[in-house]
């Protein structure tokens, strides 16, 4: 490409000025990107923290509905002796 010096000179200052506003933005995103991670952090850690304190209950318990404790219990039968 064949350009005189006004021109080279104007597209250089143009390239030059897309490339400050590029680093720019790259500095913006980069600056958003490291603070939703360090957020994400402390949420994991906090929580590690919160389920690292949690009491845990081994005991194995049965419970029984209301309606099951109403009825009455079922009676075997017994077979009628045999002679």
Same mark, same amino acid.
């Given at each position: 490409?064949?350009? !005189?010096? /006004?021109?080279? @000179?104007?597209?250089? +200052? *143009?390239? &030059?000025?897309? %490339? !400050?506003?590029?680093? =720019?933005? $790259?500095?913006? #995103? %980069?600056?958003? =990107?490291? +603070?939703?991670? =360090?957020?994400?952090?402390? $949420?994991?850690?906090?929580? %590690? @923290?919160? =389920? *690292? /304190?949690?009491?845990?209950?081994?005991?194995? +318990?049965?419970?029984? #509905? $209301?309606?099951? $404790?109403? +009825?009455?219990? @079922? &009676?075997? !039968? !017994? #077979? #009628?002796?045999?002679?």
């Amino acid at each position: 490409m064949n350009l !005189k010096y /006004g021109m080279r @000179k104007q597209l250089r +200052k *143009a390239c &030059t000025r897309f %490339l !400050k506003f590029s680093y =720019l933005l $790259d500095f913006y #995103a %980069l600056e958003t =990107l490291s +603070k939703i991670y =360090l957020s994400s952090v402390e $949420d994991t850690v906090s929580r %590690l @923290k919160y =389920l *690292a /304190g949690m009491r845990v209950n081994y005991e194995l +318990k049965m419970e029984v #509905a $209301d309606e099951f $404790d109403q +009825k009455e219990p @079922k &009676t075997e !039968k !017994k #077979a #009628a002796p045999v002679e």
